[in-house]
């Protein structure tokens, strides 16, 4: 397979929109990067979304609007970049994660991958997780291997911490193959909470759907008894690989800062977030020399400012180093895309738990 231009859609626990990023790649290289795009949810359908979240409700027809929301959103990247369907080889389509029980053997992204398919008129890859899951793996995070090759494609030195707070946090170790157990040169796993409980939070005492730059949190004191009682959940003690479901720290976190006043509760959230990536260090074979940020929190400077002190190390957001921290995961499923063309694996032993590197994904003609 020869490098060819794939559009990588992805629709993260944030809900804010869909992004969608062209790459050239043949699953190994990146040959060129494309135009990308951030289109919004309609608030209508963000709320539809939401109330499917545990996939319980009307699962199907929120699945059928994602993905009609997705075709548009190819529909209006192709107009951008000047391309025709004909250009694309390939549409890698994460759909939205409702569900996400990997000790149950369960992960449930909704999205009707051969519905894209027709709408767009290229062929589509969908369904990243549920092999890995189906034997034994965690199913994410998945993007690890896309953070390895846009390292290779920099020149970075390892060891390096790449960190993305979505809804989730999740962190991908890149260091030696020698340095590892198993000779793998990666190690991920899902840190705690990303900005989920936060947006939640900010949502129910302040009528905002995020802490926008982490002002709100600014003005507040992290309550730090709350914040060791946050910490003491036992994910945190648990060896990767690991992952979590978006609201799986709600109501125990719900339980602890329910008492405190509004901006007190964000600063403590915060704080909690970026702590729990600094416990995350403890399970890493060295210190890493940098922490590069993607996902929508390196755009809170309250998190950002936590980060630096709870991690001691230099931290900086992925736009700083020239990647494209808005689109990164879109990029990475086009990414994955061409390794599930070419039947190449998707997940490792060290970055979801499976038992021996394994692929994934399902295709659709167009």
């Keep these: 397979m020869q490098p060819c231009w794939i559009m990588g859609l992805m629709s993260?626990?944030?809900?804010?929109?869909?992004?969608?990023?062209?790459?050239?790649t043949d699953g190994e290289r990146i040959a060129e990067f494309g135009p990308a795009l951030t289109m919004p949810y309609?608030?209508?359908?963000?709320?539809?979304?939401?109330?499917?979240?545990?996939?319980t409700g009307e699962v199907l027809a929120v699945s059928r609007?994602?993905?009609?929301?997705?075709a548009e959103a190819v529909r209006a990247l192709l107009d951008r970049a000047g391309m025709r369907a004909a250009d694309v080889a390939w549409l890698g389509f994460h759909g939205h994660t409702v569900l996400h029980r990997p000790d149950q053997r369960?992960?449930?992204?909704?999205?009707?991958?051969?519905?894209?398919?027709?709408?767009a008129g290229i062929g589509t890859v969908s369904d990243f997780r549920s092999q890995d899951v189906a034997m034994g793996g965690q199913g994410a995070p998945l993007v690890p291997l896309y953070h390895a090759a846009l390292a290779r494609h920099a020149g970075f030195q390892p060891p390096l911490l790449v960190l993305n707070l979505g809804g989730v946090?999740?962190?991908?170790y890149i260091g030696s193959a020698s340095e590892n157990e198993g000779g793998d040169d990666l190690i991920a796993f899902d840190t705690g909470p990303g900005n989920a409980l936060i947006d939640d939070w900010m949502r129910r005492h302040a009528g905002q759907p995020q802490d926008e730059g982490g002002a709100f949190a600014a003005r507040g004191r992290i309550d730090e008894a709350a914040l060791a009682k946050?910490?003491?959940?036992?994910?945190?003690?648990?060896?990767?690989?690991?992952?979590?479901?978006?609201?799986?720290?709600?109501a125990f976190a719900a339980g602890i800062v329910a008492p405190l006043a509004a901006e007190d509760g964000a600063a403590t959230l915060t704080a909690f977030t970026a702590a729990a990536v600094a416990r995350g260090l403890e399970h890493l074979p060295r210190k890493p020399t940098r922490c590069l940020v993607a996902g929508g929190g390196r755009h809170n400077a309250t998190m950002m400012r936590l980060l630096t002190r709870h991690l001691d190390l230099p931290v900086e957001t992925v736009d700083a180093v020239g990647w494209?921290?808005?689109?990164?995961?879109?990029?990475?499923?086009?990414?994955?895309?061409?390794?599930?063309?070419r039947g190449l694996p998707l997940s490792l032993p060290a970055t979801t738990g499976v038992p021996r590197p394994v692929g994934g994904g399902r295709l659709y003609k167009s």
């Design 12 to 24: 993260g626990t944030s809900m804010d929109g869909i992004d969608a990023a062209l790459l050239r």
């Design 42 to 55: 309609e608030a209508a359908l963000r709320d539809r979304l939401r109330k499917v979240l545990g996939g």
């Design 65 to 70: 609007a994602i993905t009609i929301a997705h």
């Design 106 to 119: 369960r992960t449930w992204q909704i999205g009707d991958g051969a519905l894209l398919a027709g709408l």
């Design 169 to 172: 946090g999740n962190v991908t």
């Design 230 to 250: 946050l910490l003491a959940h036992p994910y945190f003690q648990a060896r990767p690989p690991k992952s979590l479901d978006r609201d799986d720290f709600a």
């Design 324 to 341: 494209r921290g808005d689109h990164l995961e879109a990029e990475a499923f086009a990414f994955l895309a061409a390794r599930a063309v």
